[in-house]
Nanobody
Framework: QVQLVESGGGSVQAGGSLNLSCTAS?????MCWFRQAPGKEREGVAV????????YYADSVQGRFTISQDRDNHILYLRMKDLKPDDTGMYYC????????????????????WGRGTQVTVSS
């Protein structure tokens, strides 16, 4: 079982920045950041194919969020800038040990390891 622990959430004003971290017991092939706002479905925001460092982003965060890794220490990062109120939500780190097609890389159903989340609140 892969254990994932997120940290770094907080409250910021619109336009601000936050850096999230996910400490993993080990990396899986696909590592992803998801978020979920109250009353909304969980959505994928950024994926890292960890062994080749290829990244994918949701259109809503492209150019503002950056996913990266420290492979030696098994830490996944999400650097967020120019934050907007719509970025508010619980942010989860997730991993998948199976193959995921490109079309489904941001789909929560494809990930089988999850952290408990860290809250991000962006005020206007």
């Amino acid at each position: 079982q892969v254990q994932l622990v997120e940290s770094g959430g907080g409250s910021v004003q619109a336009g601000g920045s936050l850096n999230l971290s996910c400490t993993a017991s080990t990396f899986t092939v696909y590592m992803c950041w998801f978020r979920q706002a109250p009353g909304k479905e969980r959505e994928g925001v950024a994926v890292l194919v960890s062994d080749v460092s290829i990244t994918y982003y949701a259109d809503s965060v492209q150019g503002r969020f950056t996913i990266s890794q420290d492979r030696d220490n098994h830490i996944l990062y999400l650097r967020m800038k120019d934050l907007k109120p719509d970025d508010t939500g619980m942010y989860y780190c997730a991993g998948s040990t199976g193959f995921i097609s490109q079309a489904l890389k941001l789909s929560p159903s494809k990930y089988n390891h999850w952290g408990r989340g860290t809250q991000v609140t962006v005020s206007s």
